[in-house]
């Protein structure tokens, strides 16, 4: 069993087992997308949206899809929900969807809706597929927005720039005004190596209190050890 | 010949898919980090990374531009990537069936690489000739593989390194990465 099927067929949860900061996948559109925090979050929310409908239609479907050729099956759904999702967007967020660009038809190939349609819909009955996805998705969400919101602060020194945007119907592009920086320093916080870069430090700085919570409860209390008890013949 | 030579220059560095325009990150993690799997990895993924952008190009300008469907190109992408490489998988099973077994999660994943239909969407998007634009694809994937299999070697010293508690495994990998990308924009103004 390689790494990546061990990481993925553990429970998801938003902080122990993020799909982002611990699984490392769908890390494309988070790199590119997170220059702004109101970027983040339109991104993150779409990506939870088509997470959620092709989950509960994978489980739904699952006894009809093919062994042999499930993949195609995943790919055929994600991209359906996200061609309507990419018409949705243009009719209703239009500066948005601009902003955006090539990253939202991206969303039906992001890896991270693609495992959990792999190791938890396609063999577990829809409620359960919708409790998966809803964790996955608050878990990517979380990590993009706490992303987007490091670099715009570094970058420009304040949140929520061009905040108009996430209003339905709002379609006057000229008012998103230009972001200033203030020096050159703070420039580089929106280029891509200071997405990677900043991702890192964040991954550490998760690390790091997981290191602190478990001296914490290792000094507290000590797990009895659990016996198991076999009979007959191994 | 000498602006086709150019084009897969700027499409394997000047323009990386990977590192500069950030399609398809996620694959340079979720793959293994021996470099030995890497390589059938990185050659699986440059065939599909080619074929399907070509065979998608010729699809939207010969069938879907005609008809007026641009909206369905989405769909029909999809399709093709992840038809191709069933097809590729399938072959590549009956004659190396080991490897296969390894990492068959990986090799399935290439289907939904995001750097193919990432590639398929700005061939569409962009006003060049048909050979320009499979120069284009060509040079992409081999700058994928190139990207690929490099910083799978680099993985593999990471793992033995002395880095301190809270950076070991994904933070060093990523920051690593983010210096990588860092020289890869040293290449603009190359071509």
């Not at chain 1, 490392?24 to 109101?38: K, Y």
């Not at chain 2, 593999?156 to 990588?180: E, K, M, N």
Request: proline share 3%; with cysteine; hydrophobic share 55%.
């Amino acid at each position: 069993m390689s790494e990546l099927q061990f990481k993925s067929s553990q429970a998801c949860s938003p902080w122990t087992n993020n799909p982002v900061l611990v699984q490392l996948l769908g890390l494309s559109p988070v790199l590119a997308i997170s220059t702004t925090l109101v970027n983040g979050l339109g991104l993150g929310i779409s990506t939870a949206a088509v997470m959620l409908l092709s989950s509960v239609t994978v489980s739904t479907l699952r006894t009809r899809i093919n062994q042999r050729w499930r993949f195609t099956w995943y790919l055929v759904i994600t991209a359906s929900y996200t061609t309507v999702l990419d018409s949705l967007l243009q009719w209703f967020y239009l500066p948005l969807y601009q902003e955006l660009g090539i990253y939202i038809p991206l969303i039906c190939c992001n890896f991270a809706v693609l495992i959990r349609l792999e190791v938890h819909a396609i063999n577990h009955h829809w409620r359960s597929a919708l409790k998966d996805a809803a964790l996955t998705g608050s878990g990517f969400i979380m990590a993009i927005v706490a992303l987007s919101s490091l670099r715009e602060l570094i970058s420009t020194g304040a949140l929520m720039a061009n905040w108009q945007l996430l209003l339905p119907a709002y379609r006057a592009a000229d008012v998103i005004s230009e972001t200033s920086s203030a020096s050159e320093v703070s420039d580089f916080a929106s280029l891509l190596p200071a997405a990677f870069i900043l991702l890192g430090l964040l991954i550490a700085g998760k690390n790091l209190i997981d290191n602190q919570l478990k001296k914490n409860t290792a000094a507290t209390d000590i797990e009895p050890i659990q016996r198991a008890r076999v009979t007959g013949r191994l | 010949m000498t602006q086709i030579f150019s084009i897969i220059v700027a499409a394997a560095l000047v323009n990386n898919m990977v590192l500069i325009q950030s399609l398809g990150v996620s694959s340079l993690f979720a793959y293994s980090d021996r470099l030995r799997n890497a390589i059938e990895l990185a050659l699986v993924s440059f065939l599909v990374i080619f074929l399907a952008s070509a065979i998608n190009l010729m699809l939207y300008r010969g069938l879907l531009t005609p008809l007026g469907l641009e909206y369905l190109a989405l769909l029909c992408f999809v399709g093709v990537s992840s038809i191709l490489t069933l097809l590729v998988l399938h072959s590549l099973e009956k004659k190396f069936p080991l490897s296969m077994r390894r990492q068959r999660l990986a090799f399935y994943l290439i289907a939904g690489n995001s750097s193919i239909i990432g590639l398929s969407l700005l061939n569409t998007a962009s006003a060049r000739s048909v050979v320009d634009c499979l120069a284009y694809s060509f040079g992409a994937a081999m700058g994928f593989a190139l990207v690929l299999l490099a910083f799978t070697a680099l993985r593999q010293r990471l793992d033995g390194a002395d880095v301190p508690a809270p950076f070991r495994g994904a933070a060093i990998q990523l920051i690593s990465a983010g210096i990588a990308a860092m020289c890869f924009l040293g290449f603009a103004g190359l071509v």
